[in-house]
T-cell receptor, first 111, second 115 residues
Framework: QKEVEQDPGPLSVPEGAIVSLNCTYS??????FMWYRQYSRKGPELLMY????GNKEDGRFTAQVDKSSKYISLFIRDSQPSDSATYLC???????????FGTGTKLQVIP | GAVVSQHPSRVICKSGTSVKIECRSL??????MFWYRQFPKQSLMLMAT?????????EQGVEKDKFLINHASLTLSTLTVTSAHPEDSSFYIC???????????FGPGTRLTVL
């Protein structure tokens, strides 16, 4: 079992839709949770960063962590064609422990 | 957010040659940098962790003599692919660990094609 599981998609939605991206993880020691966006042939870009459980909002993006169920979510409101990319979730336990990435979900927002 | 640069962005080389990739943190000091490799439609695979002033720590299955890592300063780490072969063709991405928050910022990546 992978430490971080993510549905690879692809996920296609119409412009303006609310997008829900999800990951599950198995390592109870994970404390830090991140979402990265990666455009084709580019390096990942940090979108959201949360510590422990709870919600965090930044513009159209909301990150949610439920440590009791080991579930990580990213919501995108009013999705735009420019949101079309691969979204990677990532987690680690802190300190100098390595970060574990999901395989990424490819999102396509159709105009 | 913190900025990490990589150079070159793209390199094509002949089999048997060596290629050096630079990773720089532009506006912060990074005591730890990471090197990843990404094959098409796959996620990032950590190759090694690089700490300034000390030897890199390689992940299992990564040949340390083939992928030489030097973290010479708090803002620069280099990855040298020695005697490159076509199977080394991949997208190489570095990241640098920043504090406040404690997370990783990624470079734009280097696409290596070995003919």
């Amino acid at each position: 079992q992978k430490e971080v599981e993510q549905d690879p998609g692809p996920l296609s939605v119409p412009e303006g839709a609310i997008v829900s991206l999800n990951c599950t993880y198995s390592n109870s020691a994970f404390q830090y949770f991140m979402w990265y966006r990666q455009y084709s042939r580019k390096g990942p870009e940090l979108l959201m960063y949360t510590y422990s459980s709870g919600n965090k909002e930044d513009g159209r993006f909301t990150a949610q962590v439920d440590k009791s169920s080991k579930y990580i979510s990213l919501f995108i409101r009013d999705s735009q064609p420019s949101d079309s990319a691969t979204y990677l979730c990532a987690s680690y336990s802190g300190g100098y422990q390595k970060v574990t990435f999901g395989t990424g979900t490819k999102l396509q927002v159709i105009p | 957010g913190a900025v990490v640069s990589q150079h070159p962005s793209r390199v094509i080389c002949k089999s048997g040659t060596s290629v050096k990739i630079e990773c720089r943190s532009l506006d912060f000091q990074a005591t730890t940098m990471f090197w990843y490799r990404q094959f098409p439609k796959q996620s990032l695979m950590l190759m090694a962790t690089s700490n300034e002033g000390s030897k890199a720590t390689y992940e299992q299955g990564v040949e340390k003599d083939k992928f030489l890592i030097n973290h010479a300063s708090l803002t620069l780490s280099t990855l040298t692919v020695t005697s490159a072969h076509p199977e080394d063709s991949s997208f190489y991405i570095c990241s640098a660990r920043a504090t406040g928050p404690d997370t990783q910022y990624f470079g734009p990546g280097t696409r290596l094609t070995v003919l």
